[in-house]
């Protein structure tokens, strides 16, 4: 099955950019999305199909996806961006979604 | 707005069975396949199962096919999983989550879900 890989944990100052990563065999041929999830609350879409922002998402979400990695940049960190991470991918081979294991985002 | 509210959560014994629904409002449900999603403590997310918009065609993550079943009342737009022989390791908050652009399944992607609900399999 297809295996997607986030570092568990990032930290970052505040003002500064965080970058998260997603490491999946050739997933630059792949739509990638991310997810914002915070403790106790529904997840939130950030980015689809590899740099999408929805409405409402601020710019400072900017997502890329090229090779075997894709990227999930936000820019000028708030205590607000404290959160899980997870970017996900449809595995056509096997008809299934897959979810990487999350980064949690921590803003120092 | 877009909401989802999910139900049917609660403590089950292990072996037994416990049907979820999910109740849609704000948007066309009949347009729109819709996700499972779980999350077991302290783990991250996990798909679950997906539904076509029109409930003819389903598709299940390995560890539920064979015991967990998705089906959609798009007359009452709710959502549904029936899930049957239930294990310690189903213990999960669960979430329903709306598949967009609408029709579009297999490129699609969750863009609203809602707050989840919590199954407790122990005995």
């Known amino acids: 099955s297809y295996v997607l890989t986030q570092p568990p944990s990032e930290s970052v100052a505040p003002g500064q950019t965080a970058r998260i990563t997603c490491g999946g065999n050739n997933i630059g041929s792949k739509r990638v999305h991310w997810y914002q999830h915070k403790p106790g609350q529904a997840p939130v879409l950030v980015v689809y199909?590899?740099?999408g922002r929805p409405s409402g998402i601020p710019e400072r979400f900017y997502g890329s996806n090229s090779g075997d990695t894709a990227t999930l940049t936000i820019s000028r960190v708030d205590a607000g961006d404290e959160a899980d991470y997870y970017c996900?991918?449809?595995?056509?081979?096997?008809?299934?979604?897959?979810f990487g294991g999350g980064t949690k985002l921590t803003v120092l | 707005q877009v909401q989802l509210v999910e139900s049917g959560g609660g403590v089950v014994q292990p072996g037994r069975s416990l049907r979820l629904s999910c109740a849609a409002s704000?948007?066309?449900?009949?347009?729109?396949?819709m996700h499972w999603v779980r999350q077991a403590p302290g783990k991250g997310l996990e798909w679950v199962a997906v539904i076509w918009y029109d409930g003819s065609n389903q598709f299940y993550a390995d560890s539920v096919k064979g015991r967990f079943t998705v089906s959609r009342d798009n007359s009452r737009n709710t959502l549904y999983l029936q899930m049957n022989s239930l294990r310690a390791d189903d213990t999960a908050v669960y979430y329903c989550?709306?598949?967009?652009?609408?029709?579009?399944?297999?490129?699609?992607?969750?863009?609203?879900w809602g707050q989840g609900t919590l199954v407790t399999v122990s005995s």
């Open positions: 996900q991918v449809w595995e056509s081979k096997n008809d299934h979604w897959v």
């Open positions: 199909d590899d740099s």
């Open positions: 704000g948007f066309t449900f009949s347009s729109h396949g």
């Open positions: 989550a709306r598949v967009s652009p609408p029709y579009d399944i297999l490129t699609g992607y969750p863009d609203y």
